[in-house]
């Protein structure tokens, strides 16, 4: 197909998520490799934003591809009661790279329903019913997990799930680079105390929060939080559906700290999205709950062969190519080139970054941090900031004043300057709308 071709048949006959229809512009993609997709008129973009911050290997790895192709050849599909050698694998490989004693995994299809499975776990295992979840968060959109949401992408879908509970987090100390851990903790025990602690069966957080902002927790948050369901006993449950498998220079976001959840959600990374896969981890206290009592829940595609062949080639290919470390390394070029935009750019108000998971954060004035869009909206800057990135050949996620800087963790250094040279150019334009001081 042309790319016209394309563009029109996918608009007459498909719905795209979270657009109005006729306001859906599409890059049409016709093939990708490494850190680069192409459109069927031979267009490059390189993609900085690991399309939905999921392909953190790279585009078309034939190690990947070729372990699909022989599971295909294999066994395409067998029922989830069923056991298969690539599940078991998966199973046991996941087990010596998660936190602490979480040595046991249910498969899902993807991250919310990995999301719905880690609530019904809570909730059966507690006998509770109530889940406390952070407002500056995003946590899939299916009916539960968009309940546990905080973010404005759930008041469409209200009313939702009974018993979900939604607290602050220290977003402005993070977005101010102050201490606000004392406060978001005191706020956070006073949640449970007037809920009633007895009531709680789990408090969901993604240890780093991805589309909300990359918010990195200042010091100290994550094992307050981890005191404070301890003392209460509630479980703890972290969605590192995003910000897991390598994103941040570790396995898990989680481990920055060396905290261990009860329940641990997963997706995206794990297969790098060439096939879809999530999974929910638990520590072996839960898994016993269930030796004698059935477990209520399961899909048709859970454990689908293809997805965990995929996966256990994708985790090869994190330790085979070093990824965790070139993250890491590459985090650090990163963070220097956040710093010398901000320098040269009046627009830029905040960077941030923890390893390749990085964001940028527009304003109109540094002195009032005046955001360049307006809460759940967009603005001129902002619609122009996005048309030169696209014109420029780079892809990234642009939402509200912020846009992302998450490019798969196989990127080069001469790649990361060549999106922040589009980045400088696109910024300037920005800068150029504003008023002149």
Not at 110 to 118: L, R, Y
Not at 175 to 181: I, N
Not at 217 to 223: I, K, R, S, V
Request: overall charge negative; glycine content about 10%.
């Amino acid at each position: 197909m042309t790319a016209h071709e394309m563009v029109e048949l996918t608009r007459k006959h498909t719905l795209f998520e979270w657009s109005a229809q006729q306001a859906v512009d599409p890059i049409p993609i016709s093939h990708a490799k490494g850190c680069y997709f192409y459109t069927p008129d031979g267009r490059r973009f390189l993609d900085f934003n690991s399309q939905l911050m999921c392909v953190n290997i790279g585009h078309g790895d034939e190690r990947v591809v070729a372990a699909i192709h022989a599971q295909a050849t294999t066994l395409a599909y067998a029922s989830p009661a069923m056991a298969t050698e690539a599940r078991a694998r998966l199973g046991a490989k996941l087990a010596e790279i998660a936190p602490g004693d979480i040595d046991v995994f249910f498969f899902t299809n993807g991250g919310a329903d990995a999301n719905e499975n880690a609530i019904r776990l809570a909730r059966l295992y507690t006998g509770r019913h109530k889940i406390l979840a952070r407002y500056r968060s995003y946590h899939g959109a299916t009916a539960g997990a968009m309940s546990l949401t905080g973010d404005p992408r759930r008041w469409a879908n209200e009313p939702g799930l009974p018993g979900v509970v939604h607290v602050l987090d220290p977003y402005h100390g993070v977005q101010r680079g102050c201490d606000d851990t004392p406060r978001a903790l005191a706020l956070l025990e006073e949640v449970m105390q007037l809920e009633g602690p007895q009531t709680i069966a789990a408090f969901i957080l993604e240890p780093v929060t991805g589309t909300n902002g990359v918010l990195i927790p200042p010091p100290g948050y994550l094992e307050g939080v981890r005191a404070l369901c301890d003392t209460y006993g509630i479980l703890m449950i972290a969605d590192e559906v995003m910000a897991g498998f390598g994103r941040t220079g570790r396995w898990f976001s989680i481990d920055h700290w060396n905290v261990v959840p009860d329940l641990l959600s997963m997706a995206k990374g794990l297969t790098s999205a060439y096939v879809p896969l999530g999974a929910v981890g638990m520590r072996r206290m839960i898994a016993d709950h269930f030796r004698d009592r059935a477990f209520p829940g399961g899909l048709t595609y859970n454990s689908h062969p293809l997805a965990c062949a995929a996966a256990l080639a994708t985790l090869a290919v994190y330790e085979q190519d070093d990824l965790l470390a070139n993250a890491r390394r590459m985090g650090e070029v990163m963070a220097g080139l956040h710093r010398e935009m901000q320098e040269r750019h009046r627009c830029v108000g905040a960077v941030r970054n923890l390893g390749l998971f990085g964001i940028f954060e527009l304003v109109r004035s540094r002195e009032t941090m005046e955001p360049l869009a307006p809460f759940n909206g967009t603005s001129p800057e902002m619609q122009a900031l996005g048309r030169e990135l696209r014109q420029g050949g780079l892809f990234t996620f642009v939402r509200w004043h912020t846009f992302f800087t998450n490019p798969p963790l196989s990127i080069s250094e001469a790649e990361l300057r060549e999106g922040f040279a589009t980045i400088d150019r696109a910024l300037s334009v920005v800068d150029g709308m504003l008023p002149s001081v």
